[in-house]
């Protein structure tokens, strides 16, 4: 399911896949549980619905992301790219 958001701080409107969306939440709240870290701490919701509206497909992809560094690629990449594949892009 594709939502329409609008982002608060600059007042663009965008495009996310909600499912996706969903289940990076989801997978967040596991790791946050597992580590005993805030949820924020994994990937914050801005990265999230960045994610689920850009649907990057590679590490490099994924570094153009606000809030993924070179630390959250080496520890969450490779899962978030997986994630990421299991959705399809789906067309207007």
Request: proline share 5%; glycine share 4%; hydrophobic share 35%.
């Given at each position: ?53 850009k649907f990057p497909k590679t590490n490099e992809d994924l570094l153009k ?28």
């Open positions: 399911m594709l939502d329409i958001i609008k982002n608060q701080e600059d007042e663009e409107t965008v495009l996310i896949n909600q499912d996706l969306s969903e289940e990076l939440k989801s997978w967040r709240s596991e790791v946050s549980k597992e580590k005993s870290l805030p949820a924020y701490t994994i990937i914050n919701n801005k990265t999230i619905e960045e994610i689920s509206s992301v606000d809030g993924i560094g070179p630390s959250k690629l080496v520890q969450y990449g490779p899962r978030i790219l997986e994630i990421v594949r299991g959705h399809s892009i789906q067309p207007l």
